[in-house]
Protein backbone atom coordinates (compact mmCIF):
# COMPACT_ATOMS: atom_id res chain seq x y z
CA UNK A 1 0.00 0.00 0.00
CA UNK A 2 1.02 3.58 -0.89
CA UNK A 3 2.09 6.16 1.74
CA UNK A 4 -0.42 8.23 -0.22
CA UNK A 5 -3.49 5.75 0.09
CA UNK A 6 -2.77 5.22 3.88
CA UNK A 7 -2.98 8.88 4.19
CA UNK A 8 -6.12 9.16 3.01
CA UNK A 9 -7.63 6.08 5.09
CA UNK A 10 -7.00 7.76 8.15
CA UNK A 11 -8.26 10.86 6.97
CA UNK A 12 -11.96 8.90 5.84
CA UNK A 13 -11.25 7.18 9.31
CA UNK A 14 -11.47 11.21 11.24
CA UNK A 15 -14.09 11.83 8.70
CA UNK A 16 -16.29 9.08 9.93
CA UNK A 17 -15.58 9.67 14.04
CA UNK A 18 -15.78 13.35 13.06
CA UNK A 19 -19.30 12.41 11.46
CA UNK A 20 -20.39 10.12 13.77
CA UNK A 21 -19.83 12.18 17.29
CA UNK A 22 -21.67 15.11 15.45
CA UNK A 23 -24.61 13.16 14.92
CA UNK A 24 -24.46 11.62 17.86
CA UNK A 25 -24.46 14.52 19.98
CA UNK A 26 -27.10 16.54 18.19
CA UNK A 27 -29.38 13.42 18.73
CA UNK A 28 -28.60 13.29 22.64
CA UNK A 29 -29.60 17.66 22.40
CA UNK A 30 -32.59 16.50 20.40
CA UNK A 31 -33.75 14.48 22.96
CA UNK A 32 -32.74 16.76 25.53
CA UNK A 33 -34.58 19.27 24.26
CA UNK A 34 -38.06 16.72 23.62
CA UNK A 35 -37.52 16.06 27.36
CA UNK A 36 -37.32 19.65 28.44
CA UNK A 37 -40.97 20.14 26.56
CA UNK A 38 -42.55 17.34 27.92
CA UNK A 39 -41.49 18.46 31.78
CA UNK A 40 -42.72 22.16 31.26
CA UNK A 41 -46.01 20.78 29.97
CA UNK A 42 -47.32 17.61 31.52
CA UNK A 43 -51.36 17.17 31.99
CA UNK A 44 -50.68 14.41 33.74
CA UNK A 45 -48.40 15.73 36.44
CA UNK A 46 -51.13 16.20 38.82
CA UNK A 47 -48.45 18.41 40.86
CA UNK A 48 -48.09 21.00 37.90
CA UNK A 49 -52.04 20.57 37.26
CA UNK A 50 -52.89 21.83 41.35
CA UNK A 51 -50.32 24.36 40.89
CA UNK A 52 -52.07 25.36 37.71
CA UNK A 53 -55.61 25.65 38.95
CA UNK A 54 -54.40 28.26 41.55
CA UNK A 55 -52.80 30.53 39.71
CA UNK A 56 -56.03 30.23 37.05
CA UNK A 57 -58.56 30.72 39.93
CA UNK A 58 -56.40 33.54 41.23
CA UNK A 59 -55.91 35.39 37.67
CA UNK A 60 -57.97 33.81 35.02
CA UNK A 61 -61.06 32.76 35.92
CA UNK A 62 -62.83 36.20 36.32
CA UNK A 63 -62.57 36.96 32.17
CA UNK A 64 -62.15 33.33 30.94
CA UNK A 65 -64.85 31.52 33.32
CA UNK A 66 -64.27 29.41 36.35
CA UNK A 67 -65.41 26.66 34.63
CA UNK A 68 -62.85 27.72 31.47
CA UNK A 69 -66.46 28.54 29.55
CA UNK A 70 -65.26 32.28 28.55
CA UNK A 71 -67.16 35.26 28.17
CA UNK A 72 -71.39 34.99 26.71
CA UNK A 73 -71.18 35.67 23.01
CA UNK A 74 -67.38 35.58 22.97
CA UNK A 75 -66.48 35.71 19.05
CA UNK A 76 -68.83 38.66 18.69
CA UNK A 77 -66.63 42.24 19.30
CA UNK A 78 -67.86 44.37 21.91
CA UNK A 79 -69.23 48.49 21.43
CA UNK A 80 -65.98 49.26 22.32
CA UNK A 81 -64.27 47.16 19.30
CA UNK A 82 -62.45 44.61 21.78
CA UNK A 83 -63.24 40.90 21.88
CA UNK A 84 -64.50 39.49 24.94
CA UNK A 85 -62.32 36.76 26.59
CA UNK A 86 -62.58 33.22 24.42
CA UNK A 87 -63.67 29.90 26.56
CA UNK A 88 -60.15 27.86 26.91
CA UNK A 89 -61.85 24.63 27.20
CA UNK A 90 -62.39 21.92 23.89
CA UNK A 91 -65.03 24.62 22.74
CA UNK A 92 -62.27 27.90 22.47
CA UNK A 93 -59.78 27.96 19.90
CA UNK A 94 -56.81 28.00 22.32
CA UNK A 95 -55.70 24.04 21.28
CA UNK A 96 -55.64 25.56 17.84
CA UNK A 97 -52.03 26.89 19.06
CA UNK A 98 -48.56 25.46 20.09
CA UNK A 99 -47.57 25.67 23.53
CA UNK A 100 -45.03 28.02 22.82
CA UNK A 101 -47.63 30.74 21.42
CA UNK A 102 -49.54 29.86 24.15
CA UNK A 103 -46.92 30.61 26.68
CA UNK A 104 -45.77 33.58 24.77
CA UNK A 105 -49.64 35.28 24.94
CA UNK A 106 -49.91 34.78 28.20
CA UNK A 107 -46.68 35.88 29.04
CA UNK A 108 -46.56 38.99 26.85
CA UNK A 109 -50.20 39.80 26.11
CA UNK A 110 -51.48 40.22 22.45
CA UNK A 111 -48.78 42.30 20.82
CA UNK A 112 -46.53 40.85 17.88
CA UNK A 113 -45.97 37.97 16.85
CA UNK A 114 -48.82 36.91 18.05
CA UNK A 115 -51.52 40.00 17.03
CA UNK A 116 -51.15 42.83 14.83
CA UNK A 117 -49.16 46.40 16.03
CA UNK A 118 -51.28 48.25 18.37
CA UNK A 119 -53.95 45.27 18.87
CA UNK A 120 -56.51 46.42 21.87
CA UNK A 121 -57.47 43.98 23.53
CA UNK A 122 -57.89 43.08 27.20
CA UNK A 123 -55.96 40.01 27.62
CA UNK A 124 -53.07 41.46 30.45
CA UNK A 125 -49.78 40.36 30.11
CA UNK A 126 -48.83 38.31 32.67
CA UNK A 127 -44.78 38.45 32.71
CA UNK A 128 -44.36 40.70 35.07
CA UNK A 129 -46.48 39.23 38.09
CA UNK A 130 -45.88 35.48 37.10
CA UNK A 131 -43.10 33.57 37.13
CA UNK A 132 -42.21 30.95 34.19
CA UNK A 133 -42.93 28.20 36.05
CA UNK A 134 -46.27 29.53 37.11
CA UNK A 135 -47.24 29.97 33.18
CA UNK A 136 -46.32 26.59 32.37
CA UNK A 137 -48.28 25.47 35.14
CA UNK A 138 -51.14 27.40 34.19
CA UNK A 139 -50.83 26.39 30.36
CA UNK A 140 -50.71 22.55 32.30
CA UNK A 141 -53.78 22.82 33.95
CA UNK A 142 -55.43 24.42 31.03
CA UNK A 143 -54.36 21.89 28.88
CA UNK A 144 -55.75 18.82 31.11
CA UNK A 145 -59.41 20.11 30.65
CA UNK A 146 -59.10 19.27 26.84
CA UNK A 147 -61.08 16.12 25.86
CA UNK A 148 -57.54 13.61 25.00
CA UNK A 149 -58.85 14.18 21.38
CA UNK A 150 -57.88 17.58 21.60
CA UNK A 151 -54.67 17.11 23.30
CA UNK A 152 -53.72 14.70 20.87
CA UNK A 153 -53.97 17.20 17.88
CA UNK A 154 -52.31 19.72 19.68
CA UNK A 155 -49.43 18.07 20.22
CA UNK A 156 -49.56 17.52 16.57
CA UNK A 157 -49.50 21.50 16.46
CA UNK A 158 -46.47 21.33 19.04
CA UNK A 159 -44.19 19.15 16.78
CA UNK A 160 -44.77 21.14 13.99
CA UNK A 161 -44.23 24.74 15.16
CA UNK A 162 -41.21 22.87 16.99
CA UNK A 163 -39.83 21.72 13.69
CA UNK A 164 -40.28 25.24 11.89
CA UNK A 165 -38.40 27.00 14.58
CA UNK A 166 -34.95 24.92 13.96
C1 LIG B 1 -59.31 41.13 32.17
C2 LIG B 1 -59.74 39.91 31.52
C3 LIG B 1 -58.75 38.78 31.32
C4 LIG B 1 -57.98 38.13 32.28
C5 LIG B 1 -57.95 38.41 33.77
C6 LIG B 1 -57.24 37.10 31.57
N1 LIG B 1 -57.55 37.13 30.23
FE1 LIG B 1 -56.81 35.90 28.78
N2 LIG B 1 -57.87 36.87 27.36
C7 LIG B 1 -58.76 37.90 27.62
C8 LIG B 1 -59.34 38.33 26.37
C9 LIG B 1 -60.39 39.45 26.22
C10 LIG B 1 -58.77 37.53 25.34
C11 LIG B 1 -59.05 37.60 23.85
C12 LIG B 1 -58.32 38.80 23.38
C13 LIG B 1 -58.41 39.09 21.92
O1 LIG B 1 -58.41 38.18 21.08
O2 LIG B 1 -58.45 40.29 21.64
C14 LIG B 1 -57.85 36.63 26.02
C15 LIG B 1 -57.08 35.68 25.36
C16 LIG B 1 -56.27 34.76 25.99
C17 LIG B 1 -55.50 33.73 25.31
C18 LIG B 1 -55.46 33.49 23.80
C19 LIG B 1 -56.50 32.45 23.46
C20 LIG B 1 -56.59 32.16 22.00
O3 LIG B 1 -57.14 31.11 21.65
O4 LIG B 1 -56.14 32.96 21.18
C21 LIG B 1 -54.87 33.01 26.28
C22 LIG B 1 -53.96 31.80 26.07
C23 LIG B 1 -55.23 33.59 27.54
N3 LIG B 1 -56.07 34.64 27.34
C24 LIG B 1 -54.80 33.10 28.77
C25 LIG B 1 -55.05 33.73 30.00
C26 LIG B 1 -54.50 33.26 31.24
C27 LIG B 1 -53.66 32.03 31.44
C28 LIG B 1 -54.93 34.14 32.20
C29 LIG B 1 -54.59 34.14 33.68
C30 LIG B 1 -53.17 34.12 34.03
C31 LIG B 1 -55.76 35.15 31.53
N4 LIG B 1 -55.80 34.85 30.19
C32 LIG B 1 -56.37 36.20 32.17
C33 LIG B 1 -59.05 38.47 28.84
C34 LIG B 1 -58.46 38.13 30.04
Redesign the pocket.
Known sequence: MSIHSRHWRRQALFLMLGLSLLLGGSLITYQIMDRENAVKVDPHDQNQVEHGQR??DQ??????GKELEG?PD?RIRKPNG?????P?DGS??????SDDT?FG??KHG?VPP??PED??????A?GDS?TDE??WA??TF?KSRWPEEMQKIQEDINVRAQRQSR
Open positions: VYLCAFCHQWKLPAPHGHTWHHLIILYAYQSDMPWLDIVLI
